[in-house]
């Protein structure tokens, strides 16, 4: 028998709409499960197309046909024996005892005689390791099969060529106002423009994931929750599309998942052909900075080393479930030989690249996870207490995954045979190794701040949780100007006094906002530059704190900034 549980679009597959499994023995007379339904493969697929068998909304199991046919013969009424002289030779009882104890274990039977359970109730809110959690909003089935004549014609040959067509031209729109671009995506927004921009840029990650939706839909399947979630603390929308494994076709599955990305591009077209038709200012501003970072988000979607569309359309065309998972475990086997020694069987022999590309998903989220909390560390910590208390929360969270991956690999070097003295010695050097990266490596340290210029007069504006125990009289500051995707340095200056005053900075000091209504607490140090004439009257600073052990950096860039929020 051959299972394998395929990952989802948005998440990993829950078991959540399944029955407990069973603790006693195989059932005497064994029928399906609430909530499992056996999908036989389509007339003209070929004898080795998997069976897919459905556990509720969001788990799918592809098994083999023998296990797919002995499936779908469990209706209760026979027993073991008589389910093996019905599928007849090579079957006996024992083996099909054996199936049924495999079977079992995934949650996928119950006792024919005894009373069914019922499926858990689906619930709105789940999380997904490392970091995403998922809230159901609604339903899209029903409004997606209304949709479906539409969207066929949509997607047809013609559609499609005009959706390239459209998506190439914006490329070539924007190379041709690069200048335009590289103004709108530099220079901070007004609040009107700012926030059409950036409703936008959500409305249009509602519009990629009904793009998943709907030609899963064209397919015959069936998108079953579509809501919102936090993917690496960013909000997005989300469709689960995982009755996708349930096409008969690879291709299908892999346009399946490529069809948000299509969906963003032709979008991101439209919006750079409309700047054409807009008179230079603000509102073309805003259509070039979406259009460019609509195509942008765009790429990252085709980035397979998390699972992202590129991830899902790699797996679906090379046809392995769970590709990403079984390619970390050979990647950390690899790993664990390289260091320990030892005998490991591969999770994917026949991929050569099999071990690189584990290791770039192992590395990557690491990357996310970074950059997010570099992106929204201000933000979190001006939600004060609750939001220092989240990122010790989180902090903690990541911290116990990585303590669990070096577990894990400690393991498997003992189940393979690692001698425990090298296991020791190696172990002993890598805390070694560590220790000393984090006491030796020097990182430079910035401090992120904002400035207000009144003529001559410079303020370098802190906010709240800032290290004010790092300034020093001449330190040196970096006056930028920052926009929704590029920031740029305007001039050169130095730190002239280590005494704050309470203020109240501009938005456009933080953020990528021009307005006057809404003013933001900070405290202001005086500063100096020989071009002060060359900066706007607010705007993003830098202040250069010197170099620190990488330890130490750690500490200061995230562990103080919750400390100093916490005790006020």
């Given at each position: 028998?051959?299972?394998?549980?395929?990952?989802?679009?948005?998440?990993?597959?829950?078991?959540?709409?399944?029955?407990?499994?069973?603790?006693?023995?195989?059932?005497?007379?064994?029928?399906?499960?609430?909530?499992?339904?056996?999908?036989?493969?389509?007339?003209?697929?070929?004898?080795?197309?998997?069976?897919?068998?459905?556990?509720?909304?969001?788990?799918?199991?592809?098994?083999?046909?023998?296990?797919?046919?002995?499936?779908?013969?469990?209706?209760?009424?026979?027993?073991?024996?008589?389910?093996?002289?019905l599928l007849g030779p090579p079957w006996t009882t024992e083996q099909v005892t054996a199936a049924m104890v495999e079977f079992e274990r995934a949650g996928l039977i119950a006792d024919g005689a005894a009373p069914v359970t019922s499926p858990?109730?689906?619930?709105?809110?789940?999380?997904?390791?490392?970091?995403?959690?998922?809230?159901?909003?609604?339903?899209?089935?029903?409004?997606?099969?209304?949709?479906?004549?539409?969207?066929?014609?949509?997607?047809?040959?013609?559609?499609?060529?005009?959706?390239?067509?459209?998506?190439?031209?914006?490329?070539?729109?924007?190379?041709?106002?690069?200048?335009?671009v590289g103004y709108a995506l530099g220079h901070p927004l007004p609040l009107r423009d700012y926030v059409a921009f950036s409703v936008a840029l959500l409305a249009t990650t509602m519009l990629h994931e009904l793009g998943h939706g709907a030609?899963?839909?064209?397919?015959?399947?069936?998108?079953?929750?579509?809501?919102?979630?936090?993917?690496?603390?960013?909000?997005?929308?989300?469709?689960?599309?995982?009755?996708?494994?349930?096409?008969?076709?690879?291709?299908?599955?892999?346009?399946?998942?490529?069809?948000?990305?299509?969906?963003?591009?032709?979008?991101?077209?439209?919006?750079?052909?409309?700047?054409?038709?807009?008179?230079?200012?603000?509102?073309?501003?805003?259509?070039?900075?979406?259009?460019?970072?609509?195509?942008?988000?765009?790429?990252?979607?085709?980035?397979?080393?998390?699972?992202?569309?590129?991830?899902?359309?790699?797996?679906?065309?090379?046809?392995?479930?769970?590709?990403?998972?079984?390619?970390?475990?050979?990647?950390?086997?690899?790993?664990?030989?390289?260091?320990?020694?030892?005998?490991?069987?591969?999770?994917?022999?026949?991929?050569?690249?099999?071990?690189?590309?584990?290791?770039?998903?192992?590395?990557?989220?690491?990357?996310?996870?970074?950059?997010?909390?570099?992106?929204?560390?201000?933000?979190?910590?001006?939600?004060?207490?609750?939001?220092?208390?989240?990122?010790?929360?989180?902090?903690?969270?990541?911290?116990?995954?990585?303590?669990?991956?070096?577990?894990?690999?400690?393991?498997?070097?003992?189940?393979?045979?690692?001698?425990?003295?090298?296991?020791?010695?190696?172990?002993?050097?890598?805390?070694?190794?560590?220790?000393?990266?984090?006491?030796?490596?020097?990182?430079?340290?910035?401090?992120?701040?904002?400035?207000?210029?009144?003529?001559?007069?410079?303020?370098?504006?802190?906010?709240?949780?800032?290290?004010?125990?790092?300034?020093?009289?001449?330190?040196?500051?970096?006056?930028?100007?920052?926009?929704?995707?590029?920031?740029?340095?305007?001039?050169?200056?130095?730190?002239?006094?280590?005494?704050?005053?309470?203020?109240?900075?501009?938005?456009?000091?933080?953020?990528?906002?021009?307005?006057?209504?809404?003013?933001?607490?900070?405290?202001?140090?005086?500063?100096?530059?020989?071009?002060?004439?060359?900066?706007?009257?607010?705007?993003?600073?830098?202040?250069?704190?010197?170099?620190?052990?990488?330890?130490?950096?750690?500490?200061?860039?995230?562990?103080?900034?919750?400390?100093?929020?916490?005790?006020?």
């Amino acid at each position: 028998m051959r299972t394998a549980v395929p990952g989802a679009r948005t998440s990993a597959l829950s078991p959540d709409a399944c029955v407990e499994p069973a603790t006693g023995g195989p059932a005497e007379h064994p029928a399906l499960a609430a909530g499992v339904v056996v999908h036989v493969p389509s007339p003209g697929d070929s004898d080795d197309a998997p069976w897919v068998v459905q556990c509720g909304d969001q788990r799918y199991l592809r098994v083999g046909r023998d296990a797919g046919a002995l499936l779908a013969l469990l209706d209760g009424s026979r027993d073991r024996a008589a389910l093996a002289a019905l599928l007849g030779p090579p079957w006996t009882t024992e083996q099909v005892t054996a199936a049924m104890v495999e079977f079992e274990r995934a949650g996928l039977i119950a006792d024919g005689a005894a009373p069914v359970t019922s499926p858990r109730t689906r619930r709105r809110v789940r999380y997904s390791p490392p970091l995403t959690v998922h809230v159901t909003l609604a339903d899209p089935t029903a409004f997606l099969n209304r949709l479906r004549p539409v969207v066929r014609r949509v997607f047809g040959r013609v559609g499609r060529i005009g959706a390239l067509l459209l998506a190439v031209s914006g490329v070539l729109i924007l190379a041709a106002r690069s200048g335009e671009v590289g103004y709108a995506l530099g220079h901070p927004l007004p609040l009107r423009d700012y926030v059409a921009f950036s409703v936008a840029l959500l409305a249009t990650t509602m519009l990629h994931e009904l793009g998943h939706g709907a030609v899963l839909s064209c397919f015959g399947g069936r998108p079953s929750r579509l809501g919102i979630m936090l993917f690496y603390l960013t909000p997005t929308f989300f469709c689960d599309v995982s009755d996708g494994w349930r096409l008969p076709k690879r291709e299908q599955r892999a346009w399946t998942a490529l069809a948000g990305v299509a969906v963003q591009s032709t979008v991101a077209g439209a919006a750079a052909a409309s700047s054409l038709l807009l008179t230079p200012g603000g509102a073309r501003e805003a259509m070039l900075a979406f259009a460019a970072m609509t195509y942008l988000h765009g790429l990252l979607n085709l980035i397979p080393f998390v699972k992202f569309d590129g991830y899902i359309a790699l797996m679906s065309m090379v046809d392995i479930s769970h590709l990403r998972n079984k390619a970390m475990a050979d990647a950390r086997r690899w790993l664990a030989r390289t260091l320990f020694g030892g005998e490991y069987e591969r999770e994917l022999p026949a991929l050569r690249w099999a071990v690189p590309f584990g290791l770039c998903c192992m590395a990557f989220p690491v990357y996310l996870v970074g950059t997010a909390l570099h992106l929204w560390l201000g933000t979190v910590l001006r939600a004060g207490v609750v939001g220092a208390g989240a990122l010790i929360a989180l902090l903690g969270y990541l911290a116990y995954r990585l303590l669990a991956t070096g577990v894990l690999v400690m393991r498997e070097a003992r189940s393979a045979g690692a001698r425990g003295i090298r296991m020791s010695a190696v172990t002993a050097a890598l805390l070694l190794g560590t220790a000393a990266l984090l006491t030796c490596a020097q990182v430079p340290y910035q401090l992120n701040a904002g400035y207000v210029r009144d003529g001559d007069r410079v303020r370098v504006l802190l906010p709240a949780g800032a290290d004010t125990a790092a300034l020093r009289t001449g330190m040196p500051v970096s006056f930028t100007r920052s926009g929704v995707g590029l920031s740029t340095e305007l001039a050169k200056g130095e730190l002239t006094g280590t005494t704050g005053q309470s203020a109240d900075a501009p938005v456009s000091a933080f953020l990528p906002v021009v307005t006057s209504r809404t003013r933001l607490p900070a405290t202001a140090y005086s500063a100096r530059t020989a071009d002060a004439s060359a900066l706007p009257a607010a705007g993003s600073a830098v202040l250069h704190a010197g170099e620190l052990p990488l330890g130490k950096w750690i500490t200061q860039t995230y562990g103080a900034p919750m400390v100093r929020v916490l005790t006020g």
